[in-house]
């Protein structure tokens, strides 16, 4: 049984987790659209993740230009592009059965949509501004 104490701490904790989380949320964007703002011919990004059994990973990135026309890889944008989605995605994303999906990240308009799937009978798409 955990005490009055005990869950002030946690909840503390928590609090101070959260804000943590957010901060390097904001860092990591930050981070990739200054890299973005040397690349102007770079209008788009998918990224394909997946994880379970406590581990994940972003498994591919693509860039595009507005023709639809692929860049090679930049290995400096490209770990970019992994802080950010790391950042974003949802807690417990690559614990037990974990989950996998896409995100599109629309250079321009500066926002991230995520297809995400668990390994469960649910889904959780979203998108990020």
């Known amino acids: 049984m955990t005490t009055k104490d005990e869950k002030a701490q946690f909840d503390v904790f928590l609090a101070e987790w959260e804000v943590e989380r957010r901060d390097r949320k904001t860092k990591a964007k930050e981070d990739l659209f200054v890299l973005l ?7 788009a990004i998918d990224v394909v993740f997946d994880g379970c059994g406590d581990s994940g990973q972003v498994e591919d990135i693509q860039f595009f230009d507005e023709n639809g026309d692929t860049f090679a890889k930049n290995s400096d944008l490209s770990d970019a592009v992994a802080d ?8 417990g994303w690559e614990i037990n059965d974990g989950s996998f999906g896409t995100i599109h990240i629309n250079v321009k308009a500066r926002t991230a949509e995520c ?6 009978s649910e889904d959780a798409s979203f998108t990020e501004e």
């Open 37 to 43: 703002d040397e690349h102007p011919n770079i209008t």
């Open 84 to 91: 950010y989605v790391y950042s974003i995605l949802p807690g």
């Open 115 to 120: 297809n995400f799937n668990w390994r469960t």
